[in-house]
């Protein structure tokens, strides 16, 4: 008891040197917090969704992941409903006819589908939507002009009923009316619905009348899904995917459950990272205060505190400053979790914050970590203050225990560190990403505990360079600022290793991703010799928009170009599904690959193919071979190797080709894929002619975008810019916890020279020159860590890099304008965390600064 109220008057003694620390706490729990809040809310609202939409069973066609991608849904036959309706224990069976690749413009051709990535699907109308939605405007579809539209869709586009719509999908476009609006009972995470009559959805949405996408079956009185199934499954026979809702609910929640699990861990993963930077700051905190309390500690050794009650009470401090921080991190987290719910609904994704979900583990975790992080990260501290020994209270508070940095420190910092960069060299120059990645993997692990261990020797050096740089322009005061840099090495390094780890994830990241724009650039360059390269942005492209491409002038040729499954049987008897790059002949002239044997554009020939050279010698097989190539829902070919390719290539990499017609030869009319993309290439000297002619073509269609190789290009760097600033984003915090700890450290040190600081202004210091030499120290500290994070960040970069090279991706580029820019920024930083503790410093009272002990 006398241990506990002893740490609670020093805690309350020392709140507001606490207080960072308690912040840097905080953010750490809050970002945990926030992201089990919010992926368990998202979760939580598909689980509502889904259970609102799913009928007591559904019949579907069966499951085929190597299906042709038409552009169609796959159908199940509509004589089926007959046999479903005398299936013992169904009440009643209601046919769905479902698109979700299709497309919808209002009336300035704007899509009005979200930009979430989210699809925009077309259903028809039936008793069973009654269960999800209610039609608050209007009423049903009852002809094939009309349209019930989702009321959020129509709130973010200004849509109300009258509008007209065109709708686009792969059986052809056709424009509706809206005549009704659709509400949800439950939150609509993003996805645009249009509900159509049945007759209208069935005949343009899947393009058949004698099929539909599915059936969902209502259960009569007294019959359990179970029994429901077992009885239409004997109905109807095994042909068919036949689930109850359960299964359907767990079905649709697998798929959006990966995605959650993707984004919960890669959150969690930058959480742990703001965390670790954070214990950084809980050492230098608990090392800064025992040394202050040097005296104090021995004075009550002297009285008759034990070691193991001085530890227990500075460990007390901690399990206060955890808890504390903790509780507040909590709370934090809530509205980290609401932030984020409204930054996905800005970008298209609507969550109810109605639907917020906190389930009973979530403070716990967040208190767990919070308090076990500080009590450990206290636990060295915490240790060199039970060695304090009652002789301490006869003298002077000196240089602290950690005051230098240990020989035998040093030896294994410096191990860890060959270790890591012998990794990283093996991880370089691996053949085989495998391997490579484990090399990686260890060494970023290695250099990066092992620069965190030796941090105090490489200030010793590092510092003394920086300064005689950038700290000895400013004489006398510069000095002062690098001797007090220099006095406590492991507490300078320490706080630099917290601005350290982020800023060499920063680094290692705009390395790759630099790497990885340029080499898909330089393969673009080196292999697409089209002109423009046509594509839709949310989907396939339609007869209708491939004749709209066609119609253009200026343009010397078009390529279509779309992939086709198919199971290759080797002459060794072996025997994949593999994926054939099936295009118009001209496609050997838009893409420059280099073959080893024979010309690409012999893979165009009659019922001929290429195989690129490692699928070859894997399997055996040589130039003029012949293989046996079923056609997924078609007939058997056999296709004979007119062309090898080499395996060095990005674009396309490992691809085998052969003409669009011989894959049309052997696949039944409504099973051919639809198109991916086309490629053209201008008339000579008609480029600009042909990219206006372009773009006229396809203004009906706002899905599909017309670029050129330098669009493209940009296209490739906008969406590595996009992650990366993401990421950046999420690591922001991490590096805010750091400059935390630059705050903290020079707060701490201001109140540890208080005497030292009162002498200087005694015999002459100004307050102006005082402040300038505590931020000179800030700066000092700054650079030494972006220095080394910036170093590490780059080695880990460019070792991954060598392993992208395994993958086409050959050139290391190095963004020094970023990597300086982050160096020159941190200096910025280090100055702005040093505005307080430097105002507070220069207020100080001269005599009383003296006087303290």
């Known amino acids: ?98 698109n979700q690749q299709i497309t919808a413009a209002d009336a300035k051709n704007k899509n009005i589908g979200p930009t979430s990535g989210a699809p925009t699907v077309g259903t028809n109308w039936d008793d069973s939507q009654k269960k999800s939605v209610d039609i608050t405007s209007g009423h049903e579809p009852r002809g094939p002009t009309e349209v ?29 009316t809206i005549i009704g609006l659709a509400t949800y009972k439950t939150t609509n995470p993003g996805a645009a619905i249009l509900y159509f009559d049945t007759a209208t959805a069935q005949s343009k949405l899947l393009g058949t009348t004698t099929g539909y996408s599915g059936y969902g079956l209502t259960a009569a009185a007294g019959v359990s899904d179970e029994q429901l199934k077992k009885n239409v499954t004997a109905a109807i026979g095994t042909g068919y995917t036949v689930h109850t809702a359960a299964e359907t609910k767990a079905e649709n929640k697998k798929d959006v459950g990966s995605f959650l699990d993707v984004m919960k861990y890669a959150l969690l993963g930058f959480a742990g990272i703001a965390v670790l930077v954070g214990i950084f700051l809980i050492v230098n905190t608990f090392s ?132 890591g960069a012998a990794a990283l060299v093996a991880g370089g120059t691996a053949d085989q990403a495998s391997a490579g990645s484990a090399f990686l993997g260890l060494g970023v692990l290695l250099t990066l505990v092992g620069f965190v261990v030796v941090g105090p020797l490489l200030a010793s050096v590092v ?94 040729h078009f390529t279509e170009y779309t992939g086709v499954n198919a199971k290759i049987t080797t002459p060794d008897g072996t025997t994949a599904t593999e994926r054939l790059t099936a295009a118009t002949p001209t496609y050997a002239q838009d893409l420059r690959i280099e073959t080893v044997r024979g010309k690409l554009s012999d893979a165009y020939a009659k019922d001929a193919m290429s195989v690129p050279e490692g699928w070859a010698k894997d399997h055996g097989v040589k130039l003029g071979d012949r293989l ?3 056609m997924v829902d078609g007939r058997t070919a056999k296709l004979k190797i007119n062309a090898i390719t080499t395996d060095d290539t990005t674009f396309d990499k490992g691809a085998m080709y052969t003409d669009i017609a011989t894959a049309k030869r052997y696949l039944p ?29 396809v203004e009906d269609y706002p899905q599909i975008e017309v670029r ?80 080394l994070g910036l170093g590490l960040g780059m080695a880990w970069g460019m070792t991954a890099q060598k392993l992208l090279a395994l993958q086409g991706l050959g050139i290391l580029e190095i963004p020094w304008p970023t990597i300086t820019a982050v160096f020159l920024g941190s200096a910025l930083v280090g100055l702005l965390a040093a505005l307080v503790p430097a105002f507070r410093a220069g207020r100080m009272n001269v005599l009383n600064a003296i006087a303290t002990d």
């Open 288 to 419: 800064m205060l025992v040394a202050q309390r040097t005296r104090e500690i021995g004075l009550m050794r002297a009285i008759g505190s034990s070691r193991k009650q001085v530890n227990r009470s500075v460990l007390a401090e901690a399990l206060l400053l955890g808890v504390v921080g903790s509780l507040l991190g909590i709370g934090g987290g809530v509205a980290l979790a609401v932030g984020l719910m409204e930054l996905m609904g800005s970008m298209g994704m609507k969550l109810d914050t109605s639907e917020l979900t906190i389930k009973p583990t979530t403070p716990l975790i967040g208190l767990a970590i919070g308090v076990v992080v500080t009590v450990l990260a206290a636990y060295l501290p915490a240790r060199r203050a039970g060695k304090i020994s009652p002789m301490a209270a006869l003298r002077d508070a000196g240089t602290p225990a950690d005051g230098k940095a240990g020989k035998v420190r040093a030896a294994i910092g410096l191990l860890l560190t060959g270790a």
């Open 708 to 787: 050129d190789q330098a669009d493209y290009k940009e296209l490739i760097k906008g969406q590595v810019d996009q992650l990366l600033n993401m990421i950046y984003g999420l690591l922001a915090l991490a590096i805010i916890v750091a400059v935390l700890g630059v705050v903290n450290t020079l707060a701490l040190s201001v109140v540890e020279r208080t005497r030292e600081i009162g002498l200087m202004r005694a015999i002459g210091l100004s307050r102006r020159q005082l402040r300038r030499m505590i931020r000179l120290e800030s700066v000092v500290i700054a650079l030494f860590g972006a220095l």
């Open 669 to 697: 009319a409504d099973k051919v894929p639809a198109i991916s993309m086309m490629f053209a290439k201008a008339e000579d000297g008609q480029a600009k002619e042909a990219a206006a002619a372009l773009k006229a073509a």
């Open 148 to 176: 019930v539209l989702d009321s959020d869709t129509a709130d973010k586009h200004g849509l109300k009923p009258g509008d007209t719509l065109r709708v686009m999908a792969a059986p052809g476009d056709f424009k509706v």
């Open 1 to 98: 008891m006398t241990v506990l109220k002893t740490s609670l008057r020093n805690f309350v003694a020392h709140k507001g040197r606490m207080a960072l620390s308690a912040v840097a706490v905080l953010l750490s729990v809050a970002f945990v917090c926030g992201t089990l809040v919010f992926t368990d809310t998202m979760s939580a609202t598909f689980d509502k969704l889904f259970a609102s939409t799913a009928s007591d069973v559904s019949v579907a066609a069966p499951k085929n992941d190597n299906a042709q991608q038409t552009g169609r849904p796959q159908t199940v036959p509509a004589s089926l409903q007959a046999k479903l309706a005398k299936a013992d224990g169904v009440a009643k069976v209601e046919p769905h006819a479902t």
């Open 628 to 630: 046996t190539v079923a």
């Open 463 to 556: 510092v003394r360079g920086l300064s005689v740089v950038v700290l000895r322009l400013f004489g006398p005061v510069g000095r002062l600022a690098e001797r007090n840099a220099l006095r406590n090495p492991r507490r300078t390094g320490g706080t630099a290793s917290a601005l350290m780890i982020g800023l060499a994830l920063v680094a290692a990241l705009s390395v790759v991703g630099s790497s990885m724009v340029a080499s898909a650039t330089d393969q673009l360059d080196k292999s697409v010799g089209a002109d423009f390269i046509i594509g839709g942005d949310t989907g396939p492209l339609s007869p209708a928009m491939v004749k709209a491409v066609r119609s253009a002038d200026h343009v010397a």
